[in-house]
């Protein structure tokens, strides 16, 4: 069963920069996307950005594009969420998903959220 530990999440003044990791273990993951997601209080939660396990294809959202970064180790079976230029709307809880898919169609995992693995979120608080 695949489980998803992520880290680095925190306080972080707007202009900042914040690093996140995703731990993945218990599958074998050459045919699986990886992405991060995050919901922010009273809001649905929202796709942020995609990545192939091979790490040549990445898929983000209009917002975080130029800001963010995903990336994979994929001998270290982790993936990094290098967020920059940070803002108070950037505020959320991130969590890490995994998915046996072409990258994507990570996004499909917000209208399917069983259809693939889910991490237990770390916090993102950006102050202005």
């Known amino acids: 069963q695949v489980q998803l530990v992520e880290s680095g999440g925190g306080l972080v003044q707007a202009g900042g920069s914040l690093r996140l990791s995703c731990a993945a273990s218990g599958g074998t993951f050459r045919d699986y996307s990886m992405g991060w997601f995050r919901q922010a209080p009273g809001k649905e939660r929202e796709f942020v950005a995609a990545i192939s396990w091979s790490g040549d294809s990445t898929d983000y959202r209009d917002s975080v594009k130029g800001r963010f970064t995903i990336s994979v180790d994929n001998v270290k079976n982790t993936v990094y969420l290098q967020m920059s230029s940070l803002k108070p709307e950037d505020t959320a809880v991130y969590y890490c998903?995994?998915?046996?898919?072409?990258?994507?169609?990570?996004?499909?995992?917000?209208?399917?959220?069983?259809?693939?693995?889910w991490g237990q979120g770390t916090q993102v608080t950006v102050s202005s």
């Open positions: 998903a995994a998915k046996r898919t072409w990258y994507p169609f990570m996004r499909t995992m917000i209208t399917d959220p069983g259809s693939g693995s």
